[in-house]
Protein backbone atom coordinates (compact mmCIF):
# COMPACT_ATOMS: atom_id res chain seq x y z
CA UNK A 1 0.00 0.00 0.00
CA UNK A 2 0.84 3.78 -0.15
CA UNK A 3 0.40 6.81 1.86
CA UNK A 4 0.27 10.35 0.62
CA UNK A 5 0.41 13.05 2.58
CA UNK A 6 -0.49 16.27 1.21
CA UNK A 7 0.22 19.64 3.33
CA UNK A 8 0.76 23.38 2.28
CA UNK A 9 -3.13 24.49 2.10
CA UNK A 10 -4.30 27.03 3.43
CA UNK A 11 -6.23 30.49 3.14
CA UNK A 12 -4.66 33.55 0.85
CA UNK A 13 -5.75 36.68 -0.79
CA UNK A 14 -5.91 36.99 -4.15
CA UNK A 15 -2.53 37.23 -6.28
CA UNK A 16 -0.79 35.49 -3.32
CA UNK A 17 0.94 32.00 -3.63
CA UNK A 18 0.96 28.42 -1.89
CA UNK A 19 3.07 25.97 -2.39
CA UNK A 20 1.17 22.09 -1.69
CA UNK A 21 3.66 18.91 -0.91
CA UNK A 22 2.85 15.51 -1.57
CA UNK A 23 4.94 12.92 0.33
CA UNK A 24 4.57 9.41 -0.82
CA UNK A 25 5.13 6.36 1.64
CA UNK A 26 4.92 2.52 1.60
CA UNK A 27 5.57 -0.80 -0.16
CA UNK A 28 6.34 0.23 -3.42
CA UNK A 29 8.98 0.27 -5.97
CA UNK A 30 8.21 3.08 -8.75
CA UNK A 31 5.53 5.80 -9.77
CA UNK A 32 4.26 6.27 -13.04
CA UNK A 33 2.84 9.80 -12.88
CA UNK A 34 2.31 12.25 -9.50
CA UNK A 35 -0.96 14.40 -9.62
CA UNK A 36 -2.96 17.09 -8.20
CA UNK A 37 -6.75 17.77 -8.81
CA UNK A 38 -9.31 20.08 -6.62
CA UNK A 39 -12.98 19.58 -5.96
CA UNK A 40 -14.90 23.05 -5.77
CA UNK A 41 -17.91 22.60 -3.71
CA UNK A 42 -20.78 21.97 -6.25
CA UNK A 43 -18.10 20.72 -8.84
CA UNK A 44 -16.70 17.50 -10.33
CA UNK A 45 -12.97 16.78 -9.26
CA UNK A 46 -10.80 18.30 -12.02
CA UNK A 47 -7.11 17.33 -13.14
CA UNK A 48 -4.72 20.41 -12.10
CA UNK A 49 -1.72 19.35 -13.24
CA UNK A 50 0.22 15.88 -13.65
CA UNK A 51 4.19 15.21 -13.84
CA UNK A 52 5.79 11.91 -15.21
CA UNK A 53 8.53 10.20 -13.41
CA UNK A 54 10.62 11.00 -17.02
CA UNK A 55 10.21 14.77 -16.24
CA UNK A 56 6.69 15.59 -18.76
CA UNK A 57 4.32 17.68 -17.34
CA UNK A 58 0.52 18.28 -18.12
CA UNK A 59 -1.48 21.65 -16.91
CA UNK A 60 -4.99 22.64 -17.09
CA UNK A 61 -5.89 25.46 -19.38
CA UNK A 62 -7.38 27.29 -16.00
CA UNK A 63 -3.76 27.19 -14.50
CA UNK A 64 -1.13 27.32 -17.16
CA UNK A 65 1.07 30.03 -16.32
CA UNK A 66 0.30 30.38 -12.74
CA UNK A 67 1.03 27.03 -11.56
CA UNK A 68 3.69 24.80 -11.98
CA UNK A 69 4.12 21.06 -10.76
CA UNK A 70 7.50 19.31 -9.65
CA UNK A 71 8.79 16.21 -8.30
CA UNK A 72 11.26 14.78 -5.80
CA UNK A 73 11.47 11.33 -7.13
CA UNK A 74 14.56 10.05 -4.63
CA UNK A 75 11.93 11.67 -1.91
CA UNK A 76 9.00 10.26 -3.45
CA UNK A 77 7.54 13.99 -3.29
CA UNK A 78 5.20 15.87 -5.33
CA UNK A 79 4.91 19.57 -5.23
CA UNK A 80 2.25 21.78 -7.07
CA UNK A 81 3.92 25.62 -6.58
CA UNK A 82 0.63 28.41 -7.25
CA UNK A 83 1.06 31.86 -7.76
CA UNK A 84 -1.26 34.95 -8.88
CA UNK A 85 -3.88 32.66 -7.38
CA UNK A 86 -7.55 33.66 -7.98
CA UNK A 87 -11.24 33.06 -5.32
CA UNK A 88 -11.77 30.17 -8.55
CA UNK A 89 -8.92 28.34 -7.25
CA UNK A 90 -10.60 27.97 -3.61
CA UNK A 91 -11.28 24.11 -3.64
CA UNK A 92 -9.89 20.96 -2.10
CA UNK A 93 -6.90 19.57 -3.45
CA UNK A 94 -5.72 16.15 -4.05
CA UNK A 95 -2.59 14.34 -4.79
CA UNK A 96 -2.58 11.15 -7.05
CA UNK A 97 0.06 8.46 -7.81
CA UNK A 98 -0.66 7.03 -10.60
CA UNK A 99 1.16 3.67 -12.08
CA UNK A 100 2.08 2.50 -8.73
CA UNK A 101 4.21 -0.48 -8.61
CA UNK A 102 5.55 -2.87 -6.15
CA UNK A 103 6.22 -6.48 -5.26
CA UNK A 104 2.82 -8.29 -5.60
CA UNK A 105 0.99 -5.37 -6.87
CA UNK A 106 -1.14 -5.25 -10.12
CA UNK A 107 0.90 -5.61 -12.95
CA UNK A 108 -0.77 -2.30 -14.50
CA UNK A 109 -0.34 -0.80 -11.73
CA UNK A 110 -2.35 1.05 -8.89
CA UNK A 111 -3.66 4.36 -8.22
CA UNK A 112 -3.59 5.78 -4.57
CA UNK A 113 -5.09 9.55 -3.39
CA UNK A 114 -4.42 11.65 -0.84
CA UNK A 115 -6.88 12.85 1.83
CA UNK A 116 -6.94 16.47 0.42
CA UNK A 117 -5.91 19.92 1.98
CA UNK A 118 -8.06 22.93 1.34
CA UNK A 119 -6.69 26.15 -0.46
CA UNK A 120 -9.29 29.06 0.00
CA UNK A 121 -8.39 32.20 -1.99
CA UNK A 122 -9.92 35.25 -1.15
CA UNK A 123 -11.02 38.30 -3.11
Known amino acids: QVQLVESGGGLVQAGGSLRLSCAAS????????MAWYRQAPGKQREMVAT???????NYAASVKGRFTISRDNAKNTAYLQMNSLKPEDTAIYYCAAHGVYGLGYNPDGLNFWGQGTQVTVSS
Open 51 to 57: ASNTGST
Open 26 to 33: GDFFSINA
